[in-house]
Every structure is written in C-alpha cells, then in structure tokens.
C-alpha cells in the first residue's frame, strides 16, 4: 500500500470561512463540520487574535493508515513543534510576498491636496511635534483593504461626477417671519446704539418673589446647568431698571459667532478667547439654539421634545448684559466705556452645518434642498454679526469625530469600514438627488455611521456666503493654531476689535495646555489605515478645491 503526506497552503477569505457553520477556525471547528472546510481539519492562522481577510491555512491530508497513525503515535511535543514551525514558515512566507506586493500602499504617504495637509495623528489642540509617539506599524489587515480600493474608487467617482455647486435662492424675509413669528415679536429690529454686542431693554412683568429661569427649558431638561442658573437667579434682581413703575432688563444676543466645525479646535479657541476681559460668552459653551433647540432637539434619536423659545437662549446671555448694564448706568465715563465695550459671544459647533430639522417644520422643496437655513434667521436680526469658523484636513476631522463619539469596538478595521457604508449612502443620495440637498438630508445623516457630511466645508460656506459679506468672515486652521497660538489668537482680536491684553494676560492666553485634545486611550489605537485616509481624500479632494477658491 502506497503512503504519502500531502501538505498545502490554502488562502480562504476569513468572511466565508466564518460564515459557514459557525466556523472560526478555533475550538468551534473541531465540534461542527464546516462546509467550507469540507470536513477536513484545518489549522487557521491569526495575528494578534485580529481577524484577517486573507488566512493562511495549513491542510494535512492523508493517504493510507498505517503511516499516518505512525506519526500520531510521535511525541505531543515533537509533534506540536513541526505544526508550530510549519505555521511560522508560512506566516513568513505570506509576509514577505504581500508587504512586497503592496509596499506602497502599507506606509503613509504625504498626500498633499486642497487646502489642507495631511497628518494622521494631528488632533484637536495637538501640537504637531507630539505627533511621533503615535506612529504604528501598518497591519496585515491593511493589505485586505487595498483590494477593496478600486470598486470604491469608483463610488467616489461617481459621486465626483455629480457634483455641481449652485447658488441658493434666497427666501424673502416675510417668509422667514411666517415660519417664526414668536421670535420676530420678541426680538427688535433695531439695538441700542452705545453698545457693541445688540442689545435692548424689555419690560419684566414678574414679581419680586417670581423666579425669572423657573420656566427655562435648559434648566428643565439637563441637572448639569442647574448651577450656572444659580448664579444666575443671583444676580438677576440687583440688574433690573427701573422707569414709571416699571421694571426692565436688558437683553442681548450675540456680536460674533463661533459656527464650526466640530473637532476643528473651537473649545481650544473658545478657552483662549474667553481670558479676554472684554469678552464674554454665553452661561453654556454651546446653546446649539439656532439649530437643535429651538425645534426642541436634544438628540434626534430621541425625538422632538417642546420647543425651546427664544427666551430661553436669551436668558443664557444674562450675566454678560449685567455689565452692559451697569456701563449703560455708571455716572462716570470711564466706567461707562469699559462696560460697554464689552463683546458677546456664543460657541455652538453645529451652527454651520446642522440643518436636520427643518424636514420637521419647513414645507419640502419639489428638489429635496431645504427652503430656510440657519444662517437665514440669523442674518434677519444681526446682519453684522461677525462669524469665525475653524477648519482641519476634513479626513483628521472625521477620525477625530469616530473616536470621540464612537461608544465601543473602535479601530482603524472599524472605521475603515464605516467610511465605505457612509460612502455608499452618499453616492446612493447623489445618484437623484443634487448636492445640497444630499448634505442637508437628514434622513441620509442619521443612515450613515460616521459624520461624513460634517467636513463638506466648501458646500456650507458657500451658502453662509450667499447671505453674509465675505469681510464678515474669519477663516482658521486648526493646522495653523496648533503651531502658532499666539498668531491665531491676535488675527481673532484683530477680527472683533478687542484692546489688547498686557503681557501677563497674554502669555496665560497662548501658553495654557490645550483644551478638549484627544484622549490617551484613543491615542493608543494609532491613525486610520492608510488606504482608508486614500479613499477619504479621493472624496474630499473636489471639496477642498472648491473651498480654496471661496473668496474669504
């Protein structure tokens, strides 16, 4: 009788050896016959017990008995050392002939495009030289991905092909009033005129013993602001004024808005900014008024609760129209002119791009674009509002936004597949319907698994553009701050007309840690996978072009 002992590599994709039986390759396949495996016993190869699309499996097959179970017969340890050494070979093997194959696709490359360089582990407030202690070596489960590049280099084409950036029509501003005629009632058309921030005096019709915040939404809905109204209920009486048995307060809204984008460097910007003594904020960092609250959005997966009126978000500026007041009131000019001086402001990230409600409220357009947008109400009662937006490299931004928001099982194998589901859904949308009305669709937005609409910057800013004079602008890079802070922060004072600060001030503003960086543990799980930072700027490659032509 004829002996042999057939040895072979086989590579089976790891989703189809998986998908058969249950089989994973481990104990599980020792109990259940996988049809893939076809009954024969097979040892499956793993690195760091990650799952790989490509592995290596050692198949034994024998011919005859009598020979074999001679070998069976062999000592555990010698026999447990040649599989160990056969898989070792392999794995070597498989190594050394992929990393060749791909080498250009298993290391970072440069890519320098639009706008914005591209540095995988730059982060919100990070300093680029802190940068090395974040490189890890690319993975075998890069390699599986790259395949995958070439059917998603198309959806991004097709997306490509699509793009068109129109102009919005306008909306006449007796429809604008149509759709808030609360707002339009409360609040004037025109402010007092010796104060910088717009700001008015309105009659208070409670009593001495009324609590001024009882009914504020912000307060009802969240425990977390209960202490900042504290504060507030404090100092409201002693700010009242009084005229023909009447009392008044003042009221203010915003001189200048931070409006984007999210972990673009707002927070750091927003705690530098705030050491500014002739500069105060909103109570809260971020109202997110204008395009959550007051359609009574606090997490659109949970609804739509009552709507906060605009009160509610004017109570928010209380503290800092106590001072404007007290300037208003002071006898001396010189306390007069320090007061009011001073310049409000408000931090809400998703003041630029978040239009998700409207499908809830506006009629629907026959072209699926949204009728009204936040910028609209805005410029209807401030059309000198002075407006800041902070930009980064849209692909660091999206990474940035997956680890800070992401929950649990977060890595660059995640994220990567994420970025392809996300891309899919997008070109689906284009595939009927235009740009914008893709960007602003919010059923689209909630469908896809990471926020790739959040960094279209060209396609918000164009239609901030459309109602705001570019002079009114403040372009920053989160690039550009994290080298230079105190640069940034002197082009901002510049920008609002703020005095300057004395050298202590100054030095506690730009030397002080970054604010709202990124934490250690997301640190630890290293960049996104080089392929998938490819893929990201084929996507926003036509956007960024678009931006660096916009005339701001």
Same mark, same amino acid.
């Given at each position: 009788? =004829?002996?042999?002992?057939?040895?072979?590599?086989?590579?089976?994709?790891?989703?189809?050896?998986?998908?058969?039986?249950?089989?994973?390759?481990?104990?599980?396949?020792?109990?259940?016959?996988?049809?893939?495996?076809?009954?024969?016993?097979?040892?499956?190869? =793993?690195?760091?017990?990650?799952q790989?699309?490509?592995?290596?499996?050692?198949e034994?097959?024998?011919e005859?008995?009598?020979?074999?179970?001679?070998?069976?017969?062999?000592?555990?340890?010698?026999?447990?050392?040649?599989?160990?050494?056969?898989?070792?070979?392999? *794995?070597?093997?498989?190594?050394?002939?992929?990393?060749? /194959?791909?080498?250009?696709?298993? &290391?970072?490359?440069?890519?320098?495009?639009?706008?914005?360089?591209?540095?995988?582990?730059?982060?919100?407030?990070?300093?680029?030289?802190?940068?090395?202690?974040?490189?890890?070596?690319?993975?075998?489960?890069?390699?599986s $991905?790259?395949?995958?590049?070439?059917?998603?280099?198309?959806?991004?084409?097709? &997306?490509?092909?699509?793009?068109e950036f129109?102009?919005?029509? *306008?909306?006449?501003?007796?429809? !604008?009033?149509?759709?808030?005629?609360?707002?339009?009632?409360? &609040?004037?058309?025109?402010?007092?005129?010796?104060?910088?921030?717009?700001? @008015?005096?309105?009659?208070?019709?409670? #009593?001495?013993? %009324?609590?001024?915040?009882? %009914?504020?939404?912000?307060?009802?809905?969240?425990? #977390?602001?209960?202490?900042?109204?504290d504060?507030?209920?404090?100092?409201?009486?002693?700010?009242?004024?009084?005229?023909?048995?009447?009392h008044? =307060?003042?009221?203010? !809204?915003?001189?200048? $808005?931070?409006?984007?984008q999210?972990?673009?460097?707002?927070?750091?910007?927003?705690d #530098?900014?705030?050491?500014?003594?002739?500069?105060?904020?909103?109570? &809260?960092k971020?109202?997110? @008024?204008?395009?959550?609250?007051?359609?009574?959005?606090?997490?659109?997966?949970?609804?739509?609760?009552?709507?906060?009126?605009?009160?509610? $978000?004017?109570?928010?500026?209380d503290?800092? /129209?106590?001072q404007?007041?007290?300037?208003?009131? /002071?006898s001396? /000019?010189?306390?007069?002119?320090?007061?009011?001086r001073?310049?409000?402001?408000?931090?809400?990230?998703?003041?630029?791009?978040?239009?998700?409600? @409207?499908?809830?409220?506006?009629?629907?357009? %026959?072209?699926?674009?949204?009728?009204?947008?936040?910028?609209?109400?805005?410029h +209807?009662f401030?059309?000198?509002?002075?407006?800041?937006?902070?930009l980064?490299?849209?692909?660091? =931004?999206? $990474?940035?936004?997956?680890?800070?928001?992401a929950?649990?099982?977060k890595?660059?194998d995640?994220?990567?597949?994420?970025?392809?589901?996300?891309?899919?859904?997008?070109?689906?949308?284009?595939?009927?319907?235009?740009?914008?009305?893709?960007?602003?669709?919010?059923t689209?937005?909630?469908?896809?698994?990471?926020? *790739?609409?959040?960094?279209?910057? +060209?396609?918000?800013?164009?239609? @901030?553009?459309?109602?705001?004079?570019?002079?009114?602008? *403040?372009?920053?890079?989160?690039?550009?701050?994290?080298?230079?802070?105190?640069y940034t922060m002197?082009?901002?004072?510049?920008?609002?007309?703020?005095?300057?600060?004395?050298?202590?001030?100054?030095?506690?503003? %730009?030397?002080?840690?970054?604010?709202?960086?990124?934490?250690?543990?997301? #640190?630890?799980?290293?960049?996104?996978?080089?392929?998938?930072?490819?893929?990201?700027?084929?996507?926003?490659?036509?956007?960024?072009?678009?931006? +660096?032509?916009?005339?701001?």
């Amino acid at each position: 009788m =004829r002996h042999c002992i057939n040895c072979c590599i086989q590579l089976l994709p790891n989703s189809e050896h998986k998908q058969q039986a249950g089989c994973g390759g481990g104990p599980l396949h020792s109990h259940l016959e996988c049809p893939a495996c076809k009954g024969e016993n097979k040892i499956v190869l =793993r690195v760091d017990g990650k799952q790989m699309n490509l592995l290596a499996v050692l198949e034994v097959r024998a011919e005859g008995n009598e020979n074999w179970g001679r070998f069976l017969r062999f000592k555990k340890g010698k026999r447990c050392s040649l599989v160990f050494g056969l898989m070792i070979m392999t *794995l070597v093997m498989a190594s050394y002939i992929l990393s060749g /194959a791909h080498q250009e696709l298993l &290391i970072s490359s440069p890519f320098h495009y639009g706008a914005f360089p591209s540095n995988p582990s730059l982060t919100d407030g990070e300093n680029p030289s802190d940068t090395k202690e974040h490189r890890h070596q690319p993975s075998v489960n890069n390699i599986s $991905y790259v395949k995958d590049y070439p059917s998603i280099k198309l959806i991004i084409n097709s &997306i490509t092909a699509r793009i068109e950036f129109t102009t919005r029509q *306008l909306p006449d501003i007796e429809d !604008l009033k149509k759709q808030e005629l609360h707002m339009f009632s409360v &609040i004037p058309s025109k402010f007092l005129p010796n104060s910088k921030s717009p700001c @008015w005096y309105e009659e208070f019709t409670g #009593r001495n013993t %009324t609590d001024p915040y009882l %009914t504020n939404s912000y307060v009802l809905y969240s425990k #977390r602001f209960r202490s900042t109204f504290d504060a507030l209920r404090k100092a409201f009486w002693g700010h009242l004024s009084h005229a023909s048995g009447k009392h008044f =307060r003042l009221r203010c !809204l915003p001189r200048f $808005y931070i409006i984007g984008q999210p972990k673009c460097g707002t927070t750091d910007l927003y705690d #530098r900014l705030r050491l500014h003594p002739e500069v105060k904020f909103s109570a &809260i960092k971020e109202p997110h @008024w204008w395009t959550r609250k007051r359609f009574g959005i606090v997490r659109l997966r949970d609804g739509l609760r009552d709507r906060y009126p605009v009160e509610d $978000y004017l109570d928010l500026f209380d503290l800092a /129209a106590h001072q404007i007041h007290q300037g208003l009131q /002071a006898s001396s /000019a010189e306390e007069q002119s320090r007061m009011t001086r001073i310049i409000i402001g408000e931090a809400s990230a998703s003041t630029m791009w978040d239009n998700n409600a @409207w499908t809830f409220f506006y009629d629907n357009s %026959t072209d699926g674009e949204p009728p009204f947008l936040t910028q609209d109400f805005i410029h +209807a009662f401030q059309p000198d509002a002075k407006l800041i937006v902070m930009l980064r490299d849209p692909v660091e =931004r999206l $990474y940035s936004d997956y680890l800070y928001f992401a929950s649990s099982n977060k890595s660059a194998d995640d994220f990567h597949e994420k970025v392809t589901e996300a891309l899919q859904l997008f070109e689906n949308c284009m595939l009927d319907y235009s740009l914008r009305a893709c960007v602003y669709n919010n059923t689209l937005n909630n469908a896809m698994p990471v926020r *790739l609409q959040v960094g279209l910057y +060209a396609v918000y800013l164009l239609d @901030w553009l459309t109602v705001f004079n570019k002079e009114q602008f *403040l372009v920053l890079r989160l690039e550009d701050h994290a080298s230079n802070v105190k640069y940034t922060m002197h082009r901002v004072f510049q920008f609002l007309n703020l005095g300057p600060l004395g050298e202590k001030q100054e030095t506690l503003m %730009t030397k002080s840690p970054a604010s709202n960086a990124r934490r250690p543990e997301d #640190r630890n799980l290293g960049p996104m996978w080089p392929v998938t930072q490819k893929i990201l700027q084929d996507f926003y490659g036509p956007f960024n072009a678009r931006l +660096a032509q916009a005339p701001v």
